[in-house]
């Protein structure tokens, strides 16, 4: 079961039934200014994690993506809306473009530096040796004033690595989680489903029944190592297996999810949307959070991500867009 809804989300939302999805999965405005897009000018306010709040139910989680620069003021309006803030999900990934201005290219530049050669006027003209291996950017001579050589090395940003996933609960309406459970089966995360790989490390058994292990000392007594084949646990840590991020870790074995960015294919050929997430990413989090056959909901659905990924794991989903360009796609992507 899938429902598309082409508008302003508050607005669309007000039309759901209270208590009426399982989960939310979401990738809303990072409230950056992306690419100067107008919808993307500020987070999502507190009314509109009111009204999410409302159509969710009781227990049920929320996993909404943010960048590393407005993070705060994402999580402040979520929990302001009547959320638990239960943790935070970090996805890593090595492709991340730095965008940071060289101080000394700019000193030299204001003081009248010409860059080698001009910018392609065409395609075809992209293999000029002037420019960067990127494409994007004239090569400057070397630093030249006296200023300009004393910011030399100097920029303005770090390299981005890494988007946060916000991990968020709807209170219980009931006494414990498992009364919760059993009545709206609601309020826990998938463990197992979510594991990482077959191999689960291992586990120190003791082998001296009246001695008890430890969880912070570890095992007293006499004890065999035994291989745990159940997969990892996971983690708040999620990677898209480059090199650049595997080389962060001493062990290489498979203890974090993996996922890199979304591929040409993954996307769709028509796909113009600026801020595609990998549909293995977010069927990994709609898993994480969705009890079976539960209902996903994306208030800020895009093309469609969340939406292919709720649908590949069987279950319900509601994506809400107010763009029509991009619920087009979305419908094609869902669907497909």
């Excluded at 208030?299 to 319900?316: D, L, V």
Aim: neutral net charge; contains cysteine.
């Amino acid at each position: 079961m899938s429902l598309l809804l082409q508008g302003d989300c508050l607005e669309q939302m007000q039309s759901l039934n209270d208590n009426s999805v399982d989960s939310i999965v979401t990738d809303p405005p990072y409230g950056i200014k992306f690419m100067a897009k107008r919808w993307d000018h500020n987070v999502p306010d507190i009314e509109i994690w009111q009204e999410a709040l409302r159509v969710l139910k009781p227990g049920g989680h929320l996993l909404c993506a943010c960048g590393t620069r407005t993070q705060h003021r994402m999580v402040v309006n979520i929990e302001d809306a009547g959320f638990e803030i239960r943790d935070v999900v970090t996805w890593m990934y090595g492709s991340g473009f730095p965008k940071s201005l060289n101080i000394s290219k700019a000193i030299d530049k204001a003081a009248g530096v010409k860059p080698i050669g001009i910018k392609p006027a065409s395609l075809g003209m992209a293999n000029n040796p002037q420019w960067n291996e990127l494409k994007n950017q004239l090569i400057m001579p070397e630093t030249t004033t006296d200023d300009a050589k004393q910011w030399e090395g100097w920029g303005t940003a770090l390299k981005p690595a890494c988007e946060f996933f916000t991990l968020a609960r709807k209170p219980l309406s009931e006494k414990t989680v498992a009364e919760n459970v059993l009545k709206w089966g609601t309020g826990g995360i998938n463990i197992d489903d979510c594991r990482v790989g077959e191999d689960g490390g291992t586990k120190d058994i003791p082998t001296n029944h009246g001695i008890k292990s430890n969880q912070v000392y570890g095992v007293y007594g006499s004890c065999e190592t035994k291989k745990l084949t159940q997969g990892r646990f996971p983690a708040n840590l999620i990677h898209d297996g480059s090199q650049e991020v595997l080389d962060l870790f001493p062990d290489k074995n498979s203890r974090f999810f993996y996922c890199p960015k979304a591929s040409k294919k993954d996307r769709g050929i028509d796909n113009k949307h600026p801020t595609v997430k990998p549909t293995a990413l977010m069927r990994y989090l709609c898993r994480l959070i969705t009890p079976p056959n539960g209902v996903v909901l994306d208030p800020y659905m895009g093309s469609g991500s969340t939406g292919k990924a709720a649908i590949r794991e069987g279950f319900g989903f509601v994506g809400i867009e107010i763009d029509e360009d991009y619920h087009e796609i979305a419908k094609a992507r869902v669907v497909a």
